[in-house]
């Protein structure tokens, strides 16, 4: 078991290796998340906000239609509707009927909205800095190879589940 750990949680038992792992996935999440949290400070964004106008900004000038919005994001928002409303009213997005299908939104990032990202992608930057001052570039590798072994056979079951 890692020092770090022990010293976090001040025990030394598990039941497993498989739940110690999940307890660091778990704590690895919530610091990461912390150190982003902390470059969207004075913006009013959240995570899942960010995320989506990452996601416009790549698409820019074009845009993409709520469900695409939803299947690129990171965090599966339960209310993609609302959170795109909140970027509307501030000014960050806007919505336009299709060309090709009337019924359906097409939601694109403003100027506003991309020099906020412009803002935000630098704070995020520091936060990528520190994570390669902690790991080398062989163990992110390895990290991220771990980590898509979990998501990706959780996601490969929930598409076989849905056959």
Same mark, same amino acid.
């Given at each position: 078991?890692?020092?770090?750990?022990? !010293?976090?949680?001040?025990?030394?038992? $598990?039941?497993?290796? /498989?739940? *110690?792992?999940? &307890?660091?996935?778990? @704590?690895?999440?919530? $610091?990461?998340?912390?150190? @982003?949290?902390?470059? $969207? #400070?004075?913006?009013? +964004?959240? $995570?899942?906000?960010?995320?989506?106008?990452? /996601? +416009?900004?790549?698409?820019?000038?074009?845009?993409?239609?709520?469900? *695409?919005?939803?299947?690129?994001? /990171? #965090?599966?928002?339960?209310?993609?509707?609302?959170m795109i409303d909140r970027l509307v009213k501030r000014g960050l997005v806007e919505r336009?009927?299709?060309?090709? #299908?009337?019924?359906?939104?097409?939601?694109? &990032?403003?100027?506003?909205?991309?020099?906020?990202?412009? !803002?935000?992608?630098?704070?995020?930057?520091?936060?990528?800095?520190?994570?390669?001052? /902690? +790991?080398?570039?062989?163990?992110?590798r390895e990290l991220s190879r771990l980590c898509e072994k979990l998501y990706g056979f959780?996601?490969?079951?929930?598409? #076989?589940?849905?056959?």
């Amino acid at each position: 078991m890692g020092i770090a750990l022990q !010293k976090r949680l001040l025990t030394t038992r $598990f039941e497993s290796p /498989i739940h *110690e792992v999940l &307890i660091n996935v778990m @704590l690895a999440n919530t $610091f990461v998340r912390m150190r @982003l949290d902390e470059a $969207f #400070d004075e913006t009013e +964004l959240t $995570f899942p906000q960010y995320n989506l106008l990452r /996601i +416009l900004n790549g698409a820019y000038p074009a845009g993409y239609a709520r469900g *695409e919005i939803s299947r690129r994001m /990171i #965090d599966r928002a339960p209310d993609m509707t609302r959170m795109i409303d909140r970027l509307v009213k501030r000014g960050l997005v806007e919505r336009a009927r299709s060309g090709e #299908d009337a019924r359906q939104a097409i939601t694109t &990032i403003t100027p506003k909205g991309r020099a906020l990202v412009g !803002k935000v992608n630098s704070r995020v930057g520091a936060v990528h800095k520190h994570m390669g001052e /902690i +790991l080398t570039e062989k163990e992110a590798r390895e990290l991220s190879r771990l980590c898509e072994k979990l998501y990706g056979f959780a996601e490969a079951q929930d598409e #076989d589940a849905g056959e």
